[in-house]
């Protein structure tokens, strides 16, 4: 089954604990990025990455990190989570740009909380 | 990122038409989503519509684009309780990004 996961679904963790949220897709898409979800201001890109080895900032990058190993896994690095990076976290990934319609595949979230 | 526009809540009653909308920045957008959130979930592409078109019907969705006010609309006929969830207007960007809307909270009352 074509998917996009992500883990954990959720965390419950400390201010300045590092933190890695997986992400992971089998379509073979170049394109994947990351947003959070917070209420009353919709979704905001973090990160994203065209292909491996290649990343760039969304609107929101401050406090994350990324990485673009392999082509199937991009993962979302918190080095000292605080309290104002609770929030829910969307992984996705699309076809690479001029294929088709543009459309992105979202993973389930994941909820993490930072006390 | 684009300044993408919603309304934040919508109630209907069960069987009614639902009208969401959004208005965009980038004129020169080539894509408009359509994006569901159901409760739990990850977002889920209801629908697009290219920017050269100004209507698009699809079973119980009707888009439709203003491209001169930079409006978008989603109608949904004979609303259903299973509609209930967050709908999210996307405009694409470029570099393969999207640039969502704050998201409309439909509720279906029965």
């Known amino acids: 089954e074509a998917q996009v996961t992500q883990n954990p679904r959720y965390l419950i963790t400390v201010t300045g604990k590092k933190l890695t949220v997986t992400c992971s897709q089998n379509m073979n898409h170049e394109y994947m990025s990351w947003y959070r979800q917070d209420p009353g201001l919709g979704l905001r890109q973090i990160y994203y990455s065209m292909n491996v080895e290649v990343t760039d900032k969304g609107d929101v990058p401050e406090g994350y990190k990324v990485s673009r190993k392999e082509k199937r896994n991009f993962p979302l690095i918190l080095e000292s989570p605080s309290p104002n990076q609770t929030s829910l976290y969307f992984c996705?990934?699309?076809?690479?740009?001029?294929?088709?319609?543009?459309?992105?595949?979202f993973g389930p979230g994941t909820r993490l909380t930072v006390l | 990122g684009e300044d993408v526009e919603q309304s934040l809540f919508l109630s209907v009653r069960e069987g009614d038409s639902s009208v969401i909308n959004c208005t965009y920045t980038d004129s020169s957008s080539t894509y408009l989503y359509w994006y569901k959130q159901e409760p739990g979930a990850g977002l889920q592409l209801l629908t697009y519509i290219f920017s050269n078109m100004d209507m698009k019907q699809d079973q119980r969705l009707t888009v439709l684009l203003n491209k001169k006010d930079k409006h978008l609309s989603l109608r949904i006929a004979d609303t259903q309780t299973g509609d209930s969830a967050i709908y999210f207007c996307a405009e694409k960007g470029g570099a393969n990004n999207l640039f969502f809307g704050t998201g409309t909270r439909l509720t279906v009352i029965p």
């Open positions: 996705a990934s699309s076809p690479s740009q001029g294929s088709g319609k543009g459309e992105q595949f």
